[in-house]
């Protein structure tokens, strides 16, 4: 006999994938059309022309059957050439991933890593494009949220930065963990390239990336020699025939549901629906304050305006994490999300970003608090008490 508490609808608070709304299950759950002509071409339209404005860009968006390292790969393909010379600035595991992409396609690659547990440092992105006297390096990469981490970078700043040392470099950010979850500005932090994915803050299912390229990325297209087939901007820069937008046959369930996300965001309103990501980001910090104790959990990034607003990470202390996340699996059907790279063991993610609620963010507050309990941690006050007194003032003030 299963004794777990588990039966019911079970809640993954990853980091991505997200909650897939209803509303986007349903829109995808469909016959195939034809690709040719019809409802279909109609859907591809309406998803590229809403497709800017989560990124807050003019930008033209490519779509990418393909995750977001998919993406990744568009981004550096259609803008740099082999030999080219790049800056990677890790906060975590991603950009750093992204620098290795880069590196494999034969593209020069130096690190300039954020400290310990902290964003990038824009000054010292200006001291070091400035000591680039000849120039040559094409471009910047930098996760605005990395999910390894949880930290926020200030793009805005890394630009002012760039300006500042007068480089000409590509300012290229994944913003993969952040669109329709934290606010980007593309278009007023001088971002010259975004890549994005479907399965975060946008939430529709995993098997969509975006890029969106600015002007400047589109004069380095001109000369880039990494460009293939399959990833060109160019070819894919059409609307007859409809389908060589996606090089072949279009991503169709995920159209229809992207469509549908895209409607949802701006039922909402994308203003408000970053707010409601502060406030729920909000809670869950305040919960992890107020469990924290002595060798006990505490969050990872020490700066409170370097913190994600679509993502958690806690460090572990003493408290086997790992051993928490299995009791709140097996024991109430609630998965949270595992420690990556130099975390791997020492610590669990919450994801909170996408079809999120207060229902949702305080059930897996309290079930985290009731497996805490469970395996004997040592915290200090009610998390759950002060994540929804965090919520109730948010309630307090709506409109704010």
């Known amino acids: 006999m299963n004794q777990s508490l588990r039966a019911g609808r079970e809640l993954v608070a990853i980091p991505g994938p997200s909650v897939v709304p209803d509303r986007v299950l349903s829109a995808m759950h469909r016959a195939m059309p034809n690709i040719y002509g019809g409802e279909l071409i109609d859907v591809s339209d309406e998803v590229m022309e809403r497709l800017p404005a989560v990124a807050r860009t003019t930008a033209r968006p490519f779509i990418a059957i393909a995750n977001g390292h998919g993406a990744w790969e568009m981004a550096l393909s259609n803008t740099l050439s082999r030999g080219d010379r790049i800056l990677v600035l890790p ?12 590196a494999f396609a034969g593209v020069k690659t130096e690190e ?9 440092d824009p000054a010292q992105v200006e001291e070091h494009l400035a000591a680039d ?27 002012t930065a760039m300006d500042a040392a007068d480089h000409p470099a590509l300012l290229m ?73 996606y090089c072949g046959t279009p991503p169709i369930p995920h159209l229809f549901g992207l469509r ?9 309103g994308l203003e408000a629906t970053w707010r409601r990501h502060a406030v729920l980001a909000d809670a869950v910090r305040t919960a992890v304050e107020a469990w ?10 020490t700066d409170p305006s370097a913190r994600a607003n679509s993502v958690t990470m806690i460090l572990g202390g003493s408290i086997d994490t790992d051993l928490l996340r299995t009791v709140c699996a097996e024991q109430a059907g609630l998965t949270l999300g595992v420690g990556l790279g130099d975390h791997e063991g020492r610590g669990f993610r919450i994801g909170h970003m996408g ?14 608090e009731a497996a805490l309990a469970t395996i004997g941690a040592t915290t200090g006050s009610s998390g759950v008490a002060a994540a929804a007194a965090v919520i109730a003032d948010a309630m307090r003030r709506p409109s704010v």
């Open 260 to 268: 549908e996300a895209l409607v949802m965001i701006e039922e909402e």
């Open 91 to 102: 906060s975590g595991p991603f950009a750093r991933a992204w620098g290795e992409m880069a």
């Open 133 to 159: 006297t000849d120039r040559t390096l094409k471009a910047v990469l930098v996760a605005h949220v990395d999910t390894g981490t949880s930290v926020r970078n200030d793009v805005a700043a890394i630009r």
């Open 355 to 368: 079809h999120l609620n207060p229902p949702m963010v305080l059930g897996t507050l309290g079930t985290v």
């Open 112 to 120: 300039l890593a954020a400290p310990d547990r902290c964003a990038v």
């Open 292 to 301: 924290s104790a002595p060798d006990g959990l505490e969050l990872n990034i």
């Open 173 to 245: 950010v994944d913003g993969i963990a952040s669109l329709g979850s934290d606010r980007y500005e593309m278009d007023a932090w001088g971002v010259d390239v975004t890549v994005g994915a479907s399965q975060k803050g946008l939430m529709v299912p995993p098997g969509l990336g975006f890029v969106w390229a600015g002007p400047r990325a589109w004069e380095a297209h001109a000369t880039a020699d990494l460009r293939t087939w399959y990833w060109d901007w160019t070819s894919r820069a059409t609307d007859e025939p409809h389908y060589l937008r």
